[in-house]
């Protein structure tokens, strides 16, 4: 398994109001001196306290902003800006309430050049594949949210990206539909063998979901720590929150955390 992604030496600075003079500008350091890897078909989880730039990490890795200074490398090409090589799923479901649960997929089809003749097979597929077959006619608001999150996954899967990028898309769900899709989720990426990148605030789903769990600290966002999560075969595991594997990740990465917390960095 090779290298997908490299971020090197990265920093991303911006110009805010001063507080103490709202007619002046001052600098703000979202993310300093960041470099780590992410190998092709890894699925990395990242946490972190508010303040720490998960969410400016993710803009920049899709092309929506630019970095200050140092770069982002995929397949050893620097990012310039958005491309359909990579996917991005929102905590907001981003759908279009006209259209069909289909026709949000098969925009994502079209998007791709993908000739009109071969939409309704392949909308099939992505249906299929998030469990909403039945549900192809139906619009966003005769959806629920869970099921409105899997058409947006669906539809991001549509571009067929090298890379999903998911900025906490299960945070408004209820606890349940959040166990239930993040294990469809996985089932997904064995399936696909996407490269994912998840930002969550939950260290249950960071450990669960991740392969390695990138924690950041904030104020600039730095990585704290990278945690190699050893537990193979998680779908296997009916119980896996129970696994002395899990318990010690989780408990690793709460310590972590629970140091930020301490030294009144976790918001």
């Not at 905590?91 to 000739?115: H, S, V």
């Not at 005769?142 to 549509?158: H, T, Y």
Request: proline share 4%; glycine share 8%.
């Amino acid at each position: 398994m090779g290298e997908k992604i490299r971020i090197e030496r990265l920093t991303k600075t911006f110009e805010v109001r001063d507080p103490k003079n709202k007619r002046l500008t001052k600098q703000f350091t979202a993310i300093e001196n960041m470099d780590f890897r992410i190998d092709e078909g890894e699925f990395l989880t990242i946490v972190g306290p508010s303040g720490c730039g998960k969410s400016t990490l993710l803009d920049l890795l899709g092309g929506l902003s630019t970095a200050s200074t140092g770069r982002i490398l995929i397949d050893g090409r620097e990012i310039t800006g958005p491309g359909l090589d990579r996917g991005i799923v929102f905590q907001q479901y981003a759908l279009f309430p006209w259209k069909t649960a289909r026709g949000n997929i098969e925009f994502g089809l079209e998007a791709k050049g993908i000739p009109k003749s071969e939409w309704k097979e392949q909308a099939n597929y992505y249906l299929n594949l998030v469990g909403l077959n039945k549900f192809a006619e139906h619009y966003p608001h005769e959806l629920s949210g869970g099921m409105k999150q899997r058409i947006a996954i669906a539809r991001s899967l549509a571009f067929n990206p090298d890379v999903l990028l998911m900025d906490e898309p299960f945070a408004a769900l209820d606890a349940q539909t959040r166990e239930t899709l993040q294990t469809e989720l996985l089932r997904i990426w064995e399936k696909t063998k996407k490269t994912i990148i998840f930002i969550t605030h939950g260290i249950d789903e960071a450990v669960y979901l991740g392969q390695r769990v990138v924690v950041l600290s904030p104020n600039p966002g730095r990585v704290k720590k990278i945690i190699e999560i050893p537990l193979k075969n998680k779908l296997a595991d009916t119980d896996i929150k129970s696994n002395p594997q899990f318990i010690k990740a989780r408990h690793e990465v709460w310590s972590l955390l629970h140091e930020l917390e301490y030294q009144g960095a976790y918001i």
